[in-house]
């Protein structure tokens, strides 16, 4: 089973601590994961896990985006904290059409509402929403308790 | 035919940027505005090969007396942008063709 984590600007700084933890949990749930991301993004994850300990996959955000066919992963798993994220995490479900999880948040509340709606409105992903910026924990917390929705059946 | 859109913005300066560093919503409304005619694709829909990435239905503008189209193109860290682009005229029927009704 294949899962992409997909995520969006590294400006946020709960975003890049939240990829490597959410590539560890679905490596450990027993998926094949691949991260894929803008060049900036993935520098910093490159950084983090230099022995690629955690991250075992990583892919430009474009050029995935050009080859995607449906069915190519089982679970897409989406970082949204921006409104171009939230097209992207959107596209990337319409091309997909599988399992997804988009986990939204952002410092502004009113923010975390606009991209709920953006995405609750054009897919069926399941939505884990928070108020974060700097500490990752709230959204972390949340994710751990959705992703037993998402277990590999035997 | 094969089309890289960020090449082709990047080394030709025949097209227009209507709104840049925006979202996707107010993109959608600048090319409804400036359109003569409106059609409306999925996300992950090529137009002239380039998937279009957005919220669905995603409109594409064609004003036919210039021979332009207006697309949105988003990149992660830089927002949306409404581009009005010349196309040959054999696209534009192409194009009509992608129209999904919405």
Redesign the interface.
Known sequence: MKAMILLGCPEAPAQTPLAVYASYKLNQMGYETTIVSNPAAGKLLDVCDPEHVYIKNREDIDRTLEDLEEGDYDLLLGLVHKDAAATFFVTYYHILQTKAIALIFSRDGAEVEEFVDMVASSTDAEIVAAKAYHNPTPIRVKLDKALKNFEIEE | MSFCL?TYLQQSDDYKVLAKNS??KECYKIIETESDELIHV???DKILGA??????PIPVGINEAEGTILITY???????AAIELPVEKEELISIRKMDIGA
């Open positions: 960020e979202g996707v999925n996300p992950g998937r279009l990435i957005g919220l669905p988003t990149k992660p860290c830089h927002g949306t």
